[in-house]
């Protein structure tokens, strides 16, 4: 019984339409004067029939096969089908679908290309990796490459034609990026040879493109130490003619493959560089910043990652819990004319699907409303309204990827226990879900140095402005609505959270003036709060304007759902903040000052 994927279209619209009036939004920017609902909506029909039809048969054909290095020729081979449908995608132009026309894109908002990726990465994350990093180092070039180095490599990356990666790891380092050993060094031609070795590089080598455009962290020879003296540089896998034809091959070879626990069907390698001829990508000793969009791209996109196994981990856990038959309901059978009721009539499997329903739709909706602010960030002719929507974005980008991580894995194994003894077993494809969501906690920074990034940078590092804001936008909707008596439900677990985290905040801060250790302790359970409040705004938001359609007579059993699946959250959900909550009242030495447990 394989897994089964219908893209959610309809809630698509409901998030990007309905909710946040996304299209309306960004008709306001003139680059997207033009973009209009029929058009949003024809391309997201075309990408959910694309990721449904070509992409999701490859799932479980990567997962099984996994990739192949011959360790002669340092090529790796992708599974069967990973490469037509690679083909199938560049045919039909969806790698350009939010690139700059400049260099042959399509021009469309960022936020819908967050919405194809999202139904992508249901149907095969692992296969999704391939063109989404390609994303990322073209951020990066986009908006630190020389004029020479963006027609040598952007339009090719647009197209598809070629892929990206982003080379940071190294054997001896992880997040500690100022560790890294990679030299470069200055050639008479303006270019310079790279030597070094780089770990865990998604998509690092494959047969699906023609050339791999690697975007490397490494150190100039007068470099500073630390995180200071880091330097960025493209560095071809073929490099590239003055016509832009391919010519040698650069020696910057896949050395191994990590055997991993999921995501098989991405090549996750090892990288030798042998003096490997690379180019400057912004300033020398800036790379770090340089590097920063392609992370924070990359991070937007794990999130969604999560969002996409979430939804198909719903969709399949719902379907077979309407089929499975075990035991009668305690309040009497509900299907008499069967042996035994449906397991969905009993209480855990209603909380389990309910659960990955909320985190899946309010997923959705974060996602989507940050795609938005990206949208602005880049295209409003107004300064004042993209630096706002910039630090808004860098304020809520950690809480995208870990709270939608954190959320995805509990949802798969909460699927996956859906099916009993049967999502234990590799037929269903549930245990892979599961397998697959475990990386998005670590890779891109993990979890716990996002939640250091939100607390430590974001918030703390700018004396709370850029949540102030956000608290204030949240108020400031709330207000709006708080004469609906219908709302207050929502509204007031909301109002009371906002005013704990503002109080929990001050708290920690002064805390931490006397010892920079409490935002260590304190970080991973602030942005589970952090993380909550984002949500329940959202969700508030749903219902508001599912309560209001109805109110207009609009006969859609969406907006029902909606509101029973608000309460669910609101009633089951939300309450997890009282753990974290009480958790940072603790004394920070109950971590810190335990030399004897720990010896």
Known sequence: MPLTYNPPLRDMHFALHEVLGAVETLQKLPRFADFDRDTCNAILEEAGKFAAEVVAPTNSIGDLQGCTLDKQSHSVKTPDGFRQAYQQYVEAGWPALSCDPAYGGQGLPFVVNQCLYEMLNSANQAWTMYPGLSHGAYEALHAHGSDALKQRYLPRLTSGEWTGTMCLTEPHCGTDLGLLRTKAEPQADGSYLLTGSK?????????????????????LPDAPAGSKGISLFVVPKYLVNDDGSLGA??????T?????????????????????????VGQPHKGLAAMFVMMNA?????????????????????AYAKERLQMRALSGPKAPEQPADPIIVHPDVRHQLLTAKAYAEGGRLLSAYCGVLLDKAHAAEDETERAGAQAELALLTPIVKAFL??????????????FGGHGYIRETGMEQLVRDARINLIYEGTNAVQALDLLGRK???????????????????????????????FLLPLQDLGERLTEVTQAIGARAQRNPDEVGVAAVDYLRIAGHLTFGWLWARAAQTALQAIADGRDDPLYPAKIETARFYFARLLPEVETPLKRLQAHANTILKTSHTLA
């Open 405 to 418: 991580t954190d959320n995805g894995l509990a949802a798969t194994i909460g699927c996956q226990q859906v």
């Open 298 to 318: 990359a991070r937007l996109g794990v999130g969604n990652q999560s969002l996409g196994l979430t939804e198909i981990a719903y969709q399949n856990a719902l």
């Open 199 to 219: 770990i865990f590089i998604s998509a690092g080598e494959h047969d699906m493109a023609e050339n791999i455009v690697h975007l490397v962290l490494a150190r």
């Open 256 to 280: 191994g493959l990590e055997h991993k626990m999921g995501i098989h069907g991405n090549a996750t390698a090892q990288l030798s560089l042998e003096g490997a001829v690379g180019h400057l």
């Open 459 to 489: 918030v703390l590092g700018d004396g709370g402005k850029a949540l102030t804001q956000f608290g204030r936008k949240i108020a400031a909707w709330g207000a709006e609505h708080a004469d609906n008596p219908k709302m207050a439900e």
């Open 249 to 254: 091959r650069n020696p910057i070879f896949c």
